[in-house]
Every structure is written in structure tokens, then in C-alpha cells.
């Protein structure tokens, strides 16, 4: 009797010979060439990282080094990049990308994507490596894709404290809960490593960079959590007001802003305070960014101003009024030297140039009715197209729906990530 008689007859069916699923690494040498042969110039140096057989493949076809030396013939040879082992080649795509990535933010077209995050307002966002960590408000933390806008992690609080800030990396969160610092482990067992309560006389707001988190509070002083000895290692006075927003750099610099109005520069490593910085105008500050990249630093005030200042010389280098009103937060990309993004109260997403303070680009969701919005394919995010502002656009007529206060922003490749301390959080895709 035949297998298929045995079935038909009631009888078992043969067992068939399983095989295993074709993936990418079936994929020849000559195969990838093809693929990436389609691809640009950064998506190619991209999947050059993927894995080690993907960077030999493109190294060997020389694909990378040949669209480098058509992007700049006058001043990129192929033997110059071939011969640099790298550095140039890395170089030269950093400053492309980075080159792509303002002129998206400054010009080019741009959705906006949101979704419901959290059961209450929110008011907090960071985003790193093409993740994006929400919170502040329903006592939990959320992980989520920049890229798909998917739901990937979450960190509940250990007990009733409030969340007051936090901050992430590859291996951990770092969060600032009512008068301690508690850490979760992202991967492996997930348990909560928590310091002593009462350990902060009122926190409100904390930076971090391993091994140390740095807590503002509000008698004026920074105090600097220890992660090995989960103890407060240094107390340090900044400022006779409130701590209102930190910075830090990679060398072991602090930089907070004050209510009364102050940027004060401290050094970790002594204690010591390096410099003593006042915006011209009054006004509190509320915001601040350090680009470690220029030794800029970069801080918003209650009265809408936003002053540079280059921190190895204590000079400051421009003061501009950007908005009327206060700048809540402000971000950049780590690399980039060109652009700063910057929100407040009144909603309106700016793009300011560095060097200059000049505003280069104002965003708001698009409030024309003829304007395409549609639900995405899952049904859970919302995509609306972005609208940029001419100088001669009235912001007060705008409706409120359509520039909600911008409570906190982060900047990834391309992409702006806002908080408005409502249940949805709102991701700015931008294109070139």
C-alpha cells in the first residue's frame, strides 16, 4: 500500500524529509555584489556593519570606495581611500552623513507618526541606537522602535515614588525615582538594583554616564550617584537657586543651568568649578545641551532665548530670542555640528544653526484640511505630514491641536522623537 492510499484509508502518512530555511547567509559573494550594487552610499556603509562576511563582501568589491570617490572626485581619489585603511573612508561618511541629516532636518519633507504610549501624559523621551525609552507619569518606563514605532520593552517603578528623570544604554536604565537612583538590567534576569532612600534632598533632574549618574536638586547642589558603590560619592555646589537641567561632557565636566538664570561649569574629577556662565537677557534656564564634539554649550531660557557659549574659553558666542515663550528642551545628534533642534510651550519645532543661532526651519503638524492623514497598516499609529512655517506665518492662529507643548525632544538620524505630556508620543520623520 502506498503512502498516499495509507492516508486515504485511514493509515498514517509518511514522514517527509524537513529542510532547512533558506536565509541570508545562503546568499554568494556574487549574489550580495548584485543586491548592493542597488543600494547608496550610506545604506552600503551601513550593511558594511551588519556582520563580518557582509563588511569582507563590500570591502572586496570596492563598492563602498568607488560611489565615495564619485560623491567628491575633486578631493577623494580612489587610491587616497583604498590606501586609508579605513580612516579616511569613515571619516568621509561620517561628514556625509551628517551632511544628509541636516539638510532632512533643515529642507526635506517629513511625517509625523503617533501613537498612544503610556495611560497618562508623558513628559520625558531619550532616544539612542534606533530606540526610543518614553516615561514619567504612569510609573513605568517604555522601549520602543524608532523604526517601526513598536512596542519592545517596559520598566515598572518598585514602589509608589515618582519617576523624576532617566536615562539609558546598552546594557541598563539608569532612573531618578523620588530621592534614589534605581537601575534595571536590560537583558538577562531583570530584577531593580536600588540605592538607600533619602539619598537626594529632592532631585530634579539627573544625566548619566557610566559609572556615575548625576542628580540637580533643589537646594542647589549636583550629587553624583557611584554604580559600584551604590552610594552618593560627591556632593558638589553649584548654584545658590534651584538645579533645573544638566549636561554632561566625555571629560568629566558638569554643566547645569539654574532657575535664577546661571550656567555653572564644574570639573567631576576635582570638584572644582571651571567656569561661571549668565545669558544677557533675564529669564531662568530651563533647558541644556553640550556638544562635546565643538566644546559648545547650548542653553534655553524661560523668556525663550537660547545662548552658545564655547565652555574651553567662557565666551559666549551668540544670544538669539527664538521663541516668545519658554524653550522646554533642546538636542542634537552626538556628531553633528550644524544643527540643533529645540521645542517649548508655544509647540513649534525648531532647527537652529549652531555657529549662528539662526533659525533655519519651524515645524508644525499640517493643519490644512485638504492634507492627506491616514491610519498606518497596523491601525495603532497615526501618520499626518508635517508642515514647515514661513517667517510671515502667525503662530498664535494656529490651533493648540496642531502644536502641542513640546515638553521634552530627542534627536536620531533623520528622525526627532517629542513628548507633550499627553498619552501619545510623536515621531518626526524626516527625508531629504
Known amino acids: 500500500m502506498t503512502g498516499r492510499q495509507a492516508t486515504a484509508s485511514g493509515g498514517a502518512a509518511p514522514l517527509r524529509k524537513r529542510t532547512a530555511p533558506t536565509t541570508v547567509h545562503f546568499l554568494t559573494h556574487d549574489i550580495l555584489c548584485m543586491v548592493f550594487s542597488f543600494l547608496d552610499l550610506l545604506d552600503l556603509a551601513r550593511c558594511s556593519g551588519v556582520c563580518k562576511f557582509w563588511n569582507v563582501t563590500i570591502a572586496n568589491s570596492k563598492l563602498l570606495h568607488t560611489l565615495l570617490?564619485?560623491?567628491?572626485?575633486?578631493?577623494?581619489?580612489?587610491?587616497d581611500v583604498s590606501s586609508s585603511s579605513g580612516g579616511l573612508l569613515k571619516i568621509s561618511l561620517q561628514e556625509l552623513a551628517m551632511d544628509r541629516h541636516r539638510l532632512s532636518l533643515q529642507e526635506g519633507a517629513a511625517n509625523i507618526f503617533q501613537w498612544r504610549g503610556h495611560s497618562i501624559g508623558i513628559d520625558q523621551c531619550?532616544?539612542?541606537?534606533?530606540?526610543?525609552?518614553?516615561?514619567?507619569?504612569?510609573?513605568?518606563?517604555?522601549?520602543?522602535?524608532?523604526?517601526?514605532?513598536?512596542?519592545?520593552?517596559?520598566?515598572?517603578?518598585?514602589d509608589r515614588?515618582?519617576?523624576?528623570?532617566?536615562?539609558?544604554?546598552?546594557?541598563?536604565?539608569?532612573?531618578?525615582?523620588?530621592?534614589?537612583?534605581?537601575?534595571?538590567?536590560?537583558?538577562?534576569?531583570?530584577?531593580?538594583?536600588?540605592?538607600?532612600?533619602?539619598?537626594?534632598?529632592k532631585g530634579l533632574c539627573m544625566r548619566y554616564v557610566d559609572p556615575g549618574a548625576v542628580v540637580g536638586c533643589e537646594d542647589g547642589t549636583v550629587r553624583v550617584f557611584d554604580m559600584y558603590s551604590r552610594s552618593c560619592s560627591q556632593i558638589i555646589?553649584?548654584?545658590?537657586?534651584?538645579?533645573?537641567?544638566?549636561?554632561?561632557?566625555?571629560?568629566?565636566?558638569?554643566?547645569?543651568?539654574?532657575?535664577?538664570?546661571?550656567?555653572?561649569?564644574?570639573?567631576?574629577?576635582?570638584?572644582?568649578?571651571?567656569?561661571?556662565?549668565?545669558?544677557?537677557?533675564?529669564?531662568?534656564?530651563?533647558?541644556?545641551?553640550?556638544?562635546?564634539?565643538?566644546?559648545?554649550?547650548?542653553?534655553?531660557?524661560?523668556?525663550?532665548?537660547?545662548?552658545c557659549w564655547d565652555f574651553r574659553m567662557g565666551k559666549a558666542l551668540w544670544n538669539n530670542r527664538v521663541s516668545p515663550n519658554v524653550i522646554y528642551s533642546m538636542n542634537h545628534m552626538r556628531s553633528d555640528n550644524s544643527t540643533l533642534a529645540v521645542g517649548g510651550i508655544d509647540g513649534v519645532l525648531r532647527i537652529l544653526?549652531?555657529?549662528?543661532?539662526?533659525?533655519?526651519?519651524?515645524?508644525?503638524?499640517?493643519?490644512?484640511?485638504?492634507?492627506?492623514?491616514r491610519i498606518s497598516v497596523n491601525s495603532r499609529v497615526q501618520v499626518h505630514k508635517a508642515r514647515r512655517l514661513s517667517e510671515d506665518d502667525r503662530i498664535d492662529v494656529i490651533p493648540r491641536g496642531y502644536r502641542p507643548a513640546i515638553r521634552c525632544l530627542a534627536v536620531g538620524m533623520e528622525r526627532i522623537v517629542t513628548t507633550h505630556n499627553q498619552k501619545h508620543i510623536t515621531l518626526w520623520k524626516f527625508s531629504r
Request: some cysteine; proline content about 2%.
Open 69 to 79: 570617490s564619485k560623491q567628491d572626485k575633486s578631493s577623494v581619489s580612489l587610491s
Open 161 to 201: 515614588a515618582p519617576l523624576v528623570d532617566f536615562d539609558f544604554d546598552e546594557a541598563k536604565v539608569v532612573g531618578l525615582v523620588g530621592t534614589r537612583i534605581c537601575i534595571w538590567r536590560r537583558n538577562g534576569k531583570r530584577n531593580i538594583v536600588s540605592s538607600r532612600e533619602g539619598l537626594f534632598t
Open 126 to 158: 531619550r532616544m539612542k541606537t534606533g530606540l526610543i525609552l518614553t516615561g514619567v507619569g504612569d510609573k513605568v518606563m517604555r522601549l520602543w522602535s524608532s523604526e517601526s514605532c513598536r512596542f519592545l520593552d517596559e520598566f515598572g517603578l518598585p
Open 353 to 373: 544653526d549652531q555657529e549662528t543661532g539662526e533659525v533655519l526651519s519651524r515645524c508644525i503638524m499640517d493643519y490644512d484640511s485638504s492634507s492627506s492623514s
Open 237 to 307: 555646589k553649584m548654584h545658590s537657586g534651584t538645579v533645573t537641567c544638566l549636561a554632561l561632557s566625555d571629560d568629566q565636566l558638569i554643566v547645569s543651568g539654574s532657575s535664577l538664570g546661571g550656567v555653572t561649569l564644574s570639573d567631576l574629577s576635582s570638584d572644582q568649578q571651571v567656569a561661571a556662565l549668565r545669558p544677557t537677557n533675564s529669564g531662568g534656564i530651563r533647558s541644556l545641551s553640550l556638544n562635546p564634539c565643538s566644546h559648545l554649550v547650548f542653553a534655553g531660557t524661560t523668556a525663550g532665548y537660547v545662548t
